[in-house]
């Protein structure tokens, strides 16, 4: 079974930092390529980030003026999602989810909050 | 970015209606196209890919269709659990991008 848990989530202050992260089980990790979608409080989904299964290419979404970074650790089936200079916009349940061409297989989600 | 337009923004429906919900993309994407179920407090399921192919175990009553700029998801007999709220993605350039959502309600 397809396992993708998120975690590292939380309340941090503006202008600080936080890193998720995902673990897989169930799947090859190393051959598929993952992404991070997120979705704030009462509003739509918004794709961030994608890298491939190697670790390259990866694309991010134009909003986030480079403050995030994606990467993987194949060795240990593992997402991450560095998150610098956190605003309040940023505040969302973030999503690891497996795929490129469609979104077959989510996370339950992890909540980063980012107020004062 | 390519813009997906979702309408209507919300719905009222009865179970047994028949329910389109359209998805309008800025530029052509040929049927590079998914569709999206999400429950309150739940992550998003898979509903359709490639713009028209049901994903294995969703219920036939869901289709989609359209290509280019223009698309459908059909429910065709709505069911109590399907009352939810319905998102559209495109996967045709980077930034992959989300339509608005269409929130289905019971009437």
């Known amino acids: 079974e397809v396992q993708l848990v998120e975690s590292g989530g939380g309340l941090v202050q503006p202008g600080g930092s936080l890193r998720l992260s995902c673990a897989a089980s169930g799947f090859n990790f190393s051959t598929y390529e993952m992404n991070w979608v997120r979705q704030a409080p009462g509003k739509g989904l918004e794709w961030v980030s994608y890298i491939g299964s190697s670790g390259s290419p990866i694309y991010y979404t134009d909003s986030l003026k480079g403050r995030f970074s994606v990467s993987r650790d194949n060795a240990k089936n593992s997402l991450y999602l560095q998150m610098n200079s956190l605003g309040p916009e940023d505040t969302a349940v973030y999503y690891c989810?497996?795929?490129?061409?469609?979104?077959?297989?989510w996370g339950q989600g992890t909540l980063v909050t980012v107020s004062s | 970015a390519i813009q997906l337009t979702q309408s209507p923004a919300s719905l009222s429906a009865s179970v047994g209606d028949r329910v389109i919900i359209t998805c309008r993309a800025s530029?052509?994407?040929?049927?590079?196209l998914a569709w999206y179920q999400q429950k309150p407090g739940k992550a998003p399921k898979l509903l359709i890919y490639?713009?028209?192919s049901l994903e294995s175990g969703v219920p036939s009553r869901f289709s989609g269709s359209g290509s280019g700029t223009d698309f459908t998801l059909t429910i065709s007999s709505l069911q109590p659990e399907d009352f939810a709220t319905y998102y559209c993605?495109?996967?045709?350039?980077?930034?992959?991008?989300f339509g608005g959502g269409t929130k289905v309600e019971i009437k």
């Open positions: 530029q052509g994407i040929r049927t590079v």
């Open positions: 490639d713009a028209s």
């Open positions: 989810v497996r795929g490129i061409y469609y979104f077959g297989y």
């Open positions: 993605q495109q996967f045709s350039t980077y930034p992959l991008t």
